[in-house]
């Protein structure tokens, strides 16, 4: 073995033996399904106690890394597939098993969560939020959609603001109301009700077994197109590569826009990340959208949006004006379980057990 902890360095050792074997894990020199070293041997090795090394061993159960097995020891667990990587800057804290239902972000982890940020921030709580939403979530959502959606773009690129619903009226607003918008049939009913209420004719363009029928493409006079791709409600479609890539040659033909409502992604159990029409074209005609509601908590009534390059200076123009809605508390917090890695461990736990009840 190889392992080795500072006792001088700043960190916890737990938490440099945590790093170093979950650097092995990802990396494959620990092959899934092989028996980690006992917690006695390791110890004696380190040069530190048992209890530095359970410590170790627990995070890396409760993110998925590795299982204990009654009697047996720690194995390795990782699948490349099962999991989001947690940012490799986040200082990890075992979290308690949530005592609510599947999907439920645990309640001890965003109390703790809570205080923290009363504490940290003080009186910046009082202060009002900039338009587009504070710096600190903007660019923690940035960060995450960079390590989970393969979306790479400048925190000025996201907007903040309170839920998906909120959002469309804005991408009304801001593309237009003499356009006329295309919605999945069937799709969650709200979406047209929203694109109604805001005074745009709205089209519905029946679905196919892999996305929208290129024939309903074809005979639409939109030029925009609200579509999710991963698994739309309530028919479950996910779209293929090559409808996605339709989607993209449509928009382009049209000079028009697609909205990629990405609300169900992160609970995905497939074996790869579907890619987002956005990743396959950053500079395009993409706007792309997603909120906490189904990830943490229908309460929290945030969402955020990626606007393409081609229309920061159109939306800020337009409605660039408005306040932004949700409190600076909340983006705080948000942005305080990103950055610790909290939100991700939260949806591997969340991922592994689905896969579990799948066996």
């Known amino acids: ?30 092959k899934t399904g092989s028996r980690l070293p006992s917690k006695r041997l390791l110890a004696d090795e380190i040069g530190m106690s048992v209890v530095t ?8 159960c409760d993110e998925g890394y590795a299982e204990a097995r009654e009697r047996s020891g720690y194995y390795v667990s990782f699948r490349a597939a099962d999991c989001f990587p947690v940012s490799e800057s986040a200082a990890p804290v075992a979290a308690a098993h949530p005592h609510t239902y599947d999907g439920a972000f645990p309640y ?55 839920g998906a619903e909120y959002l469309y009226g804005l991408i009304v607003q801001m593309l237009g109301r003499n356009r006329i918008f295309a919605v999945e049939d069937p799709s969650y009913e709200k979406i047209r009700r929203v694109y109604d209420a805001n005074g745009v004719i709205c089209e519905r363009l029946r679905l196919g077994a892999d996305g929208v029928r290129t024939d309903e493409l074809a005979r639409t006079r939109a030029s925009v197109l609200h579509v999710t791709p991963f698994h739309s409600f309530p028919s479950g479609i996910t779209a293929s ?21 990405d609300f169900d992604s992160e609970f995905t159990l497939s074996t790869k990340s579907e890619d987002t029409l956005f990743s396959l074209q950053p500079d395009g005609p993409v706007i ?26 159109q939306y800020h123009r337009k409605v660039g004006f408005y306040s932004c809605p949700v409190p600076v508390f909340e983006q705080y917090l948000l ?25």
């Open 241 to 261: 590569a090559s409808k996605r890539s339709e989607y993209l040659r449509w928009a382009s033909q049209r000079g028009g826009y697609l909205v990629e409502d």
């Open 1 to 30: 073995m190889k392992y080795f902890v500072d006792r001088n360095a700043a960190e916890s050792g737990y938490l440099q033996l945590y790093r170093q074997l979950r650097k092995d894990i990802v990396g494959g020199i620990l």
């Open 288 to 313: 792309y959208l997603n909120t906490f509601s189904k990830t943490i908590a229908p309460s929290i009534r945030v969402g955020y949006m990626v606007l393409p390059p081609n229309l920061l200076e």
């Open 108 to 162: 001890g982890v965003l109390a703790r969560t809570m205080r923290r940020v009363m504490s940290d921030y003080g009186e910046a709580l009082l202060v009002k939020s900039p338009n587009d939403g504070c710096s600190e979530l903007r660019q923690a959502v940035a960060d995450y959609l960079a390590r989970s959606r393969g979306i790479r773009v400048p925190s000025t690129q996201v907007i903040v603001g309170s």
């Open 335 to 359: 942005s305080e379980l990103l950055r610790s890695g909290e939100f991700e461990r939260h949806i591997n736990r969340v991922r592994r057990s689905r896969r579990r009840q799948q066996r």
């Open 53 to 60: 090394v359970e410590h170790a061993y627990a995070i890396l």
